[in-house]
């Protein structure tokens, strides 16, 4: 029924930056938490990024200061700006949602950090 889809990956050259887009649906409740997760070739899956319907933020020690999560609540829309990218960013980035006991997981969006 819940439907999480991101967009907004593609390859960029180290230094450079992306913002991505994750947009909920099939839902009229509001999403009690969202975040952002990633794997890497060949490694375990990792959160990037957490945010709370109060605006409760977390970010993994790797991506603080470069990366910048937000929300709006009434929308379940997270964005995930990425700036000052670097090789070690290389990974599929996925969305999840988090509502009552139920969780929701997107197909996820790659993205490559290449010269």
């Known amino acids: 029924q819940v439907q999480l889809v991101e967009s907004g990956g593609g390859l960029v050259q180290p230094g450079g930056s992306l913002k991505l887009s994750c947009v909920g649906s099939?839902?009229?409740?509001?999403?009690?938490?969202m975040s952002w997760h990633r794997q890497p070739p060949g490694k375990e899956r990792e959160l990037v990024a957490f945010?709370?319907?109060?605006?409760?933020?977390i970010y993994a020690d790797s991506v603080k200061g470069r990366f910048t999560i937000s929300r709006e609540n009434a929308k379940n829309t997270i964005d995930l700006q990425m700036n000052s990218l670097q090789p070690e960013d290389t990974a599929v980035y996925y969305c999840r949602g988090r509502v009552g006991s139920n969780e929701f997981w997107g197909q996820g969006t790659q993205v490559t950090v290449s010269s």
């Open positions: 099939g839902t009229r409740f509001r999403l009690t938490s």
């Open positions: 945010i709370s319907d109060s605006r409760r933020i």
